[in-house]
């Protein structure tokens, strides 16, 4: 029996332009979804199905977009969760984080809670689906990989490791059938009153680089910062963390 | 005679059989889909178009000229008479001796035909080509003796039953290439094709001198986007490919052929030819694509044509520098088609090959190929002291800067541009961060609802600003500025504005004496006409002009002008990236080094990068407004 796959997609945002887009990470959903279930692959969407950038994701070969209609101010998570719940889904693919909106990276993590499903962070690649078992790999740090077996159905999140997305071609997407279907009408009572602003650039740590040789220098410069000299405070009273994080805001020349 | 009888029932057999078949043709041709021509002034603006156009096109090559003229003349002429004698059997020595005197000429034709054939150069098609003089042959004579009795030369009925048997045996060689293949797929075909193509071409701004080079828009709402099989052509696309003589002068001047990359413009349209009548290659007796063995494409009217008649890479290597179409004696336009094709790959299929999509995507999303931030755009001018049309409003020149503006090379380009406006006091404003990419990219990769999309976004901007002339040092948003934008320009944005090319606008600053230039002192200097400047907008002379006011004597590359070799850089070409035997760039800086020459000046930030782009040690390259930036008159006060 064929797996049934969803890709969860939101409208994205060029981090040159502030344009909406397609997002990066969730069409690489797509395109995982792409792999595992071909055209059977259902994309959902919470939000407008006239929204121009559903036609760049239909435009990866999609003949239709499930459109779960709802007004900006809904909140996505309950339309999504409400569907997920009547679609006996065995996989359901999402970005890390979205590009616009909260982009808290909650969603699949609330998803997996509500539906009781496990989550995989992180995923670069979906090996094999095998029974009710799925190969998965995941994306860590300077792209090393880790082979995990997991249950289905469960969630996973798509990191920017695994493969890109096709190109999107105009005339497929033109004519995809947007699929409305009704979505929540539960406001998102926490997001009404924010407003929003461009962010700050945040501090960086300064890596002082010793390297003598060429190939250090290309080791420290491609390395995440990964501070060594950390530890683990579990057992230590909530005055003792607290100082010892003010000793190394200090240390670090945060604070003066 | 019992059979005397049988030549004249041999003509009307034969041109019978003639008609049906170009009958079939028409079908063929007609499986295309519809486009609005003027038949009836078509038909009759045809000789015209043949006598002045299409000779004007094979004049570049005298001998083929003359004796086409002898041949193909000699041919319409006797074929009338011959009629008029042999069938309704006038009997006027007068018209019979004229019959003769038009075979007599084409007799002189075909023999020259026959002479080129002896050896001739790989570009030609050999195959049912190599038998057509000798069949021309056969026609003129085997007709002249027919004839011979009408004029009274030879007694009446002295043919024997042997002679007319012989004689007949000729007229079914000789009339059947010419009326039977004329209308059933042999070598004559083009003149039947070609004839009719002439009176219903695509382009017809094209004939009496003029110029259509824009490419025509895709209609967005339309089923199927660009053209996915044969039958997605117009119907006289369709007859214009199959108007094709097989001269090969189009691949001769191809640079993606001559650099080992899997394109040939001939065998192209052949291909064409086979999709709309259905069948396979393995007929065709000319050059291959390079690298690709003839004999394995398949196609039918109604089928794909990337799938199976001809691949993608053949259609991603052109560089649209329309090299073939300006040679093309009967001036079918091969980019239009390799573009239509590109079209629906790029907007059906999602195929663009290597950075293409990339490239696409940045340019929807940023307005520019490289994907920068769209508020950077002028950066380039923070020190150029700018004035920018969303606070001037109103100036004589628009600066249209195109995305050089994020190219640190190119930017040398404009700054010395903008000195020498500077310097002739020109009122001048740029669109600044306003400005977006022409749309010229996105469009040669097929993707014309980007391109479409750019150019309503770039109208309804000009649209809010006064100014009576747009220059640009870009030859490609020149082009689109000047012949692609009108079918996009409702509200008249661009009406009685005028779009020059940097080059020109400059020359005429010095011609005007705005501009004071000191005479040039280098070494030997060559030119590079950029395909987008010359064969496109038809501007060969201001950039010469310019060199020769500062007192250059310009050392010509054996192919210049209108026969200039691209760069490799047009297209969407370096993008695409289609690999050959050698790089298009190389070979053009071959050209300009094999004149000795120590710089060549261009006028185009694309070919500056391509020509720079080649190793070293070789000329160096500069835009003729670098050139004259450093020959500024030094004012005296
Ligand atoms: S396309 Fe034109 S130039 Fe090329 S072979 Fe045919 S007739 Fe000659
Ligand atoms: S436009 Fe230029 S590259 Fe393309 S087929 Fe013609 S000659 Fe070749």
């Not at chain 2, 030549?7 to 041109?15: C, F, H, T």
């Not at chain 2, 870009?474 to 661009?494: I, M, Q, S, T, V």
Request: charge should be neutral.
């Amino acid at each position: 029996m064929p797996h049934k796959v969803i890709s969860l997609i939101s409208v994205g945002r060029h981090p040159q332009s502030g344009r909406s887009r397609r997002a990066d990470q969730d069409s690489r959903a797509v395109e995982l979804g792409l792999k595992l279930a071909g055209t059977d692959l259902d994309v959902v969407h919470a939000g407008s199905s006239q929204e121009p950038v559903l036609r760049q994701y239909a435009g990866m070969g999609l003949p239709k977009v499930t459109v779960l209609e709802q007004d900006e101010s809904a909140d996505a998570l309950v339309s999504i969760a409400d569907y997920l719940k009547s679609e006996k889904a065995d996989i359901v693919l999402t970005g890390v984080r979205a590009e616009s909106g909260e982009s808290s990276g909650m969603t699949p993590y609330i998803l997996s809670e509500q539906l009781g499903w496990p989550i995989v962070a992180r995923v670069a690649d979906i090996v094999e689906i095998k029974g009710d078992e799925a190969q998965v790999l995941l994306a860590l740090p300077r792209g090393q990989r880790r082979q995990v077996t997991v249950k289905l159905p469960f969630i996973a999140s798509i990191d920017n490791a695994a493969e890109a997305a096709r190109q999107s071609a105009f005339g497929p997407g033109l004519r995809a059938k947007m699929d409305s279907q009704n979505g929540s009408t539960v406001e998102d009572s926490v997001r009404v009153d924010w407003s929003e602003a461009p962010a700050k650039a945040r501090p960086k740590r300064l890596k002082i680089v010793k390297a003598k040789t060429a190939a250090d220098r290309f080791k420290a410069a491609t390395a995440k910062p990964q501070g060594g000299s950390g530890k683990v405070m579990k057992n230590e009273s909530a005055q003792e963390q607290a100082q010892a994080i003010f000793d190394l805001l200090i240390e670090e020349k945060v604070i003066r | 005679m019992v059979i005397d009888w049988l030549p004249s029932v041999l003509i009307v057999v034969l041109l019978a059989l003639g008609v049906i078949g170009a009958l079939r043709r028409v079908s063929l041709w007609r499986a295309g889909q519809p486009e609005k021509v003027n038949l009836i002034a078509g038909l009759l603006a045809m000789p015209g178009r043949y006598l002045k156009d299409l000779h004007h096109v094979v004049e570049r090559d005298k001998y083929m000229s003359r004796t086409h003229v002898a041949t193909g003349g000699g041919f319409v002429l006797s074929m009338v008479l011959v009629l008029i004698v042999h069938v309704f059997n006038v009997e006027q020595q007068i018209v019979a001796w004229a019959l003769i005197g038009a075979l007599l000429i084409m007799l002189t034709g075909a023999f020259f035909v026959f002479k080129r054939r002896l050896n001739p150069p790989e570009r030609l098609s050999k195959g049912p080509w190599m038998r057509l003089p000798k069949s021309l042959i056969i026609y003129s004579l085997t007709f002249i003796i027919l004839t011979l009795p009408a004029a009274g030369i030879l007694p009446d009925a002295s043919g024997s039953v042997l002679m007319i048997a012989v004689l007949s045996v000729g007229i079914v060689i000789g009339l059947g290439e010419l009326l039977f293949g004329m209308g059933w797929g042999g070598p004559m075909k083009h003149a039947f094709a070609g004839a009719l193509h002439l009176a219903f071409h695509r382009r017809s701004e094209r004939f009496g001198g003029g110029r259509s080079t824009g490419l025509k828009p895709v209609n967005l709402d339309g089923d199927v986007l660009g053209v996915s099989k044969p039958s997605d052509f117009k119907w006289n696309q369709l007859l214009g490919f199959d108007a094709c003589v097989q001269c090969g002068k189009c691949q001769a001047m191809c640079p993606a052929f001559a650099a080992g990359q899997p394109l040939n413009p001939k065998k192209l349209i052949q291909d064409m030819v086979v999709g709309l009548a259905g069948g396979t290659d393995a007929n065709y007796a000319g050059s291959p694509y390079p690298g690709k063995e003839v004999g394995n494409a398949k196609g039918g009217p109604n089928e794909i044509i990337t799938a199976g008649l001809v691949s993608q890479e053949t259609l991603w290597s052109c560089t649209t520098c329309r090299a073939c179409v300006e040679e093309c004696p009967m001036m079918i336009e091969h980019v239009d088609a390799i573009v239509d094709m590109r079209r629906f790959l790029t907007m059906e299929k999602g195929e663009t090959p290597n950075k293409g999509s990339e490239v696409l995507e940045n340019i929807i999303a940023t307005d520019n190929p490289g994907g920068y931030a769209p508020g950077s755009r002028t950066n380039w001018a923070a020190d150029q002291n700018l004035a920018v049309m969303k606070e001037k409003k109103e100036a004589d020149v628009l600066f249209w800067v195109s995305d050089g503006a994020f190219d640190m090379r190119s930017q040398r380009i404009l700054r010395a541009f903008v000195k020498l406006m500077k310097h002739a006091n020109v009122d001048v404003a740029i669109l600044g961060d306003e400005e977006r990419d022409s749309g010229d990219v996105a469009r040669r990769l097929g993707d014309d609802a980007t391109f479409q999309s750019l150019a309503q976004r770039n109208l309804a901007t000009l649209g809010q600003y006064k100014f009576k002339k747009i220059v640009t040092t870009d030859p490609h948003a020149y082009h689109c500025l000047r012949n692609e934008y009108a079918d996009f320009d409702k509200e008249g944005a661009l009406e009685g504005v005028e779009v020059l090319h940097h080059t020109t606008f400059l020359n005429q600053l010095v011609q005007s004496g705005a501009l004071k230039l000191d005479a040039f002192k280098g070494g030997k200097v060559t030119y590079h006409d950029p395909c987008y400047l010359g064969r496109y907008n038809g501007e060969y002379e201001a950039p010469r002009e310019l060199l020769r006011s500062l007192g250059i004597e310009i050392a010509e590359m054996e192919r210049s002008g209108f026969r200039s070799r691209c760069c490799g850089g047009g297209g969407g070409a370096p993008i695409t990236d289609i690999p050959g035997e050698r790089r298009i760039a190389d070979m053009r800086m071959e050209d300009a080094s094999t004149t000795g020459a120590e710089l060549v000046a261009v006028g185009c930030q694309q070919c500056t990068a391509m020509l720079e782009g080649v190793v070293e040690p070789r000329p160096v390259v500069k835009d003729i407004s670098e050139i004259l930036v450093d020959q500024l008159a030094e004012e005296v006060h």
